[in-house]
């Protein structure tokens, strides 16, 4: 699949993400993609967020293809639940966020970082680094084990975002053609 024949759908996490952010680059570098805006981007509510999300899928019209970061692949997981087979092709899962963020993320409900633990009902793809202060490398493999996930092992990378050098993020690009390229074109 081109990124041209999918509604391409950025879900940041806490705080949004900046300008000098990859996924801000992305929404700005293809046209097919768009920001799912949050009511308040430094309070996540699990329930909120994630029916923005769902509201997002169910007003596209291509395939969706889901590109979440941090908290924003929480999002996904918990929207997943509300989502019919066939509503997504795909979710390029990046950074996920476990239980070292309750600690470290301000104003998150107690149980935004409750992951499902079933298989997604869509092709993902979760790319987590060895030293991301938000989820340990373990976490990450779980989540991607239980979801279904392929698992891509990122390095020392950080928490995948603009402070940690990741702001154009090529590597991530390049991933996400490949990616693209994976999913077969669903009927929306």
Known sequence: MKTSDADILIIPGWSGSGPDHWQSRWVAKLSSARLVEQEDWYKPAR????????????????????????????????????????EVAGAFLVAPAAERAKRSIPG??????????????????LIASTNDSYCTPEEAKALA????????????????????GHGPWPDGLLRFAGFMRSLSVLRH
């Open 145 to 164: 084990e239980a979801w279904g996930s392929e698992f891509v092992d990122a390095g020392e990378s950080g928490h995948l975002n603009a402070e940690s």
């Open 47 to 86: 329930d909120a967020w994630a029916n923005r999300i769902v509201a997002a899928v169910r007003a596209a019209t291509k395939p969706v293809v889901l590109v979440a970061h941090s908290c924003g692949v929480s999002t996904v997981a918990h929207a997943a639940e509300h989502l019919k087979p066939g």
């Open 108 to 125: 998150m409900g107690a149980d935004f970082i409750e992951h499902r633990r079933e298989p997604l009902p869509f092709r993902s793809v």
